[in-house]
T-cell receptor, first 112, second 111 residues
Framework: AQSVTQLDSQVPVFEEAPVELRCNYSSSVSVYLFWYVQYPNQGLQLLLKYLSGSTLVKGINGFEAEFNKSQTSFHLRKPSVHISDTAEYFCAVINTGNQFYFGTGTSLTVIP | NAGVTQTPKFQVLKTGQSMTLQCAQDMNHEYMSWYRQDPGMGLRLIHYSVGAGITDQGEVPNGYNVSRSTTEDFPLRLLSAAPSQTSVYFC??????????FGPGTRLTVL
């Protein structure tokens, strides 16, 4: 079975500072990895995904993530955050079936 | 395209009542799923469908029924609501496994 662990439930960061949101997964088979963002009272939007190829994946809004197979990690990074990045971020994995497994989420709060 | 739509946006039920959460998509996607979102638990898959007439259970299926008579619609039924089913429910659709489109959610409270 797959599982996703997001190590930080809340991450406060000052505006224009860098941020890293951590995600680790467990799986014995090849997986696809995703980061989604949820703004208050909205559904989830896809930030970026890793399917294959380059381990550094760039997404929308200046976010990027690096797939590290040996550490089974897929951490999300942004070099300079904005107030508008305040949201809940979810890491997810899907295997050869069709079931997504989501982490418990990280609440990013950008402080002016 | 309207994308994925969900109705209602908010609902309050009494314990034991039944109701159906509606989900529709106009993108001709084969895959559709229902999730519930609870604080500190992320999203958990309730049921999913890989095409009309085909449904399967996810991680937390108990207390919920689904059917998929058309490609567009994937309703979620609560036959006898319980307070433990108070949650935010999201429907999602995708053509392949690489990108899901989420609806805006239904906030359900069971008293």
């Amino acid at each position: 079975a797959q599982s996703v662990t997001q190590l930080d439930s809340q991450v406060p960061v000052f505006e224009e500072a860098p941020v890293e949101l951590r995600c680790n997964y467990s799986s014995s088979v090849s997986v696809y990895l995703f980061w989604y963002v949820q703004y208050p009272n909205q559904g989830l939007q896809l930030l970026l995904k890793y399917l294959s190829g380059s381990t550094l994946v760039k997404g929308i809004n200046g976010f990027e993530a690096e797939f590290n197979k040996s550490q089974t990690s897929f951490h999300l990074r942004k070099p300079s955050v904005h107030i508008s990045d305040t949201a809940e971020y979810f890491c997810a994995v899907i295997n050869t079936g069709n079931q997504f497994y989501f982490g418990t989420g990280t609440s990013l709060t950008v402080i002016p | 395209n309207a994308g994925v739509t969900q109705t209602p946006k908010f609902q309050v039920l009494k314990t034991g009542q039944s109701m159906t959460l509606q989900c529709a998509q106009d993108m001709n996607h084969e895959y559709m799923s229902w999730y519930r979102q609870d604080p500190g638990m992320g999203l958990r898959l309730i049921h999913y469908s890989v095409g009309a007439g085909i449904t399967d259970q996810g991680e937390v299926p108990n207390g919920y029924n689904v059917s998929r008579s058309t490609t567009e619609d994937f309703p979620l039924r609560l036959l006898s609501a319980a307070p433990s089913q108070t949650s935010v429910y999201f429907c999602a659709s995708s053509q392949d496994r690489r990108k899901q489109y989420f609806g805006p959610g239904t906030r359900l409270t069971v008293l």
